[in-house]
C-alpha cells in the first residue's frame, strides 16, 4: 500500500482546514485527518483476502465502537456546554466510524463464520 497517497493528502488538508494556523494546530488536524485514514490499509487488505481472524475482526469492531463513543460524548458535550463546536474533529470521527461500519457490513459474513467456530469451540471445551 502506498501510504504517500494517504499522508500527502491529510498534510495538504492540515495545512488548508485547521482552526488557526500556527504548528501546533496544524499539526494536530493533520493528525486527526491521518487517524481518521490510517485504518484503511488494514481494512483494504482484510478485504482482499477475505481472511479476519477472531483478533483482527475484534479489534476493528471495539475500534470502531471506542470511536462511536467519541460520537456521543461529542453530541452530549454540545448540547451541556456553551460554544462545544469542534468540525475537525467531529468530521474525522464520523469518516472513521464510516469506514468501519462500512468494513463491517461487507466482511459480516466471513466475521460470522468466524464467530461461530470459535463458539462452537468453546462449547466443546467447556462441555467436558
Keep these: 500500500f502506498r501510504h504517500f497517497f494517504l499522508v500527502l493528502p491529510c498534510l495538504l488538508l492540515a495545512l488548508v482546514i485547521n482552526e488557526r494556523f500556527t504548528f501546533k494546530e496544524v499539526m494536530w488536524a493533520f493528525s486527526l485527518y491521518l487517524e481518521a485514514v490510517a485504518i484503511l490499509p ?17 479489534y476493528v469492531l471495539f475500534l470502531g465502537a471506542y470511536r462511536a463513543l ?32 462500512a468494513f463491517w457490513f461487507c466482511s459480516l459474513p466471513i466475521f460470522l463464520g468466524a464467530l461461530l467456530g470459535m463458539l462452537s469451540t468453546a462449547v466443546i471445551i467447556f462441555s467436558h
Design 42 to 58: 488494514q481494512l483494504i487488505l482484510l478485504q482482499r483476502t477475505r481472511n479476519i481472524d477472531n483478533l483482527t475482526g475484534q
Design 70 to 101: 467519541y460520537i456521543l460524548n461529542w453530541i452530549y458535550r454540545y448540547f451541556t456546554e456553551p460554544h462545544y463546536v469542534h468540525w475537525i474533529t467531529w468530521i474525522s470521527g464520523c469518516l472513521f466510524d464510516y469506514r468501519c461500519l
